[in-house]
């Protein structure tokens, strides 16, 4: 799962996104409305929550919200927000935010509130994704070859859902990096076949699977 964050305060930011990195999640972070309603705009397929903070410098995020759900992007927002009169909450709820969380807040409950916004049915996400004898359970969190439980690491299950929820596709490494990884993570890095390469011998498959396609990147057999 990938989250951009808008927050101007680089420590809430910083310790928001060491927070969810280490539980899994791959975190873009922009400091500003203008940026973040320009990058939904243009990339907003590749997030599935946006953690968008209401006072922001060059657009704040209530008009960002506004903005983008005026523009039929439906990407998931969780609003945070200092202000917490009835009006402020009621306005970014009736501007198109999800849920809203008031600062100072607990990591434990903004990881609640996103897990609880991303358990939501939506028609395109699918909790069980399948290729032949391999079986990922997203909502557990859980993979599965011929019925025996694949011990992976949280990088390693962000990677194969990723690579299952695109089968028969040729996956550029750059693709790749910029869904499982962040948004800035050096391109040129050989991470993403270092990990394809455990996830191959953690899955018994040596390229039937998880082809290799030389000089592009990846494609997932189904």
Same mark, same amino acid.
């Given at each position: 799962?990938? +989250?951009?964050l808008?927050?101007?305060?680089a ?8 927070g969810?990195t280490?539980e899994?999640f ?20 590749d ?16 008009t ?9 992007i ?9 202000k917490d ?7 970014g ?9 008031v ?5 434990? +409950?903004?990881?609640?509130r +996103? ?6 049915p ?7 994704? /399948?290729?032949?004898?391999?079986k990922?359970?997203?909502?557990s ?9 694949l011990?992976?690491?949280? /990088? ?19 693709? +790749? ?7 800035a ?10 990990h394809?390469?455990?996830?191959r011998?953690?899955i018994?498959?040596h ?5 290799t ?10």
């Amino acid at each position: 799962m990938r +989250i951009l964050l808008v927050e101007d305060q680089a420590t809430i930011a910083n310790l928001v996104k060491d927070g969810l990195t280490a539980e899994g999640f791959a975190v873009d972070w922009l400091e500003n409305g203008e940026d973040a309603q320009l990058r939904l705009e243009l990339s907003h397929g590749d997030y599935d929550l946006v953690l968008l903070d209401l006072m922001l410098p060059k657009r704040d995020g209530l008009t960002v919200c506004k903005n983008i759900r005026e523009q039929h992007i439906h990407t998931p927002i969780l609003m945070l927000t200092a202000k917490d009169s009835t009006e402020d909450i009621v306005t970014g709820l009736n501007y198109g935010a999800d849920d809203y969380l008031v600062k100072p807040f607990q990591f434990s +409950i903004l990881l609640a509130r +996103i897990r609880a916004i991303l358990r939501r049915p939506a028609p395109t996400l699918t909790v069980e994704l /399948k290729a032949k004898d391999l079986k990922l359970d997203t909502s557990s969190k859980k993979a599965y070859r011929n019925g025996e439980e694949l011990k992976l690491t949280l /990088k390693e299950m962000s990677l194969l859902e990723y690579l299952l929820r695109h089968p028969n596709q040729v996956l550029s490494r750059e693709q +790749i990096l910029s869904n499982v990884w962040d948004f800035a993570f050096d391109s040129f890095s050989n991470v993403v076949d270092v990990h394809i390469t455990n996830l191959r011998k953690k899955i018994n498959d040596h390229g039937q699977l998880i082809e290799t396609v030389h000089g592009i990147g990846y494609r997932l057999n189904n």
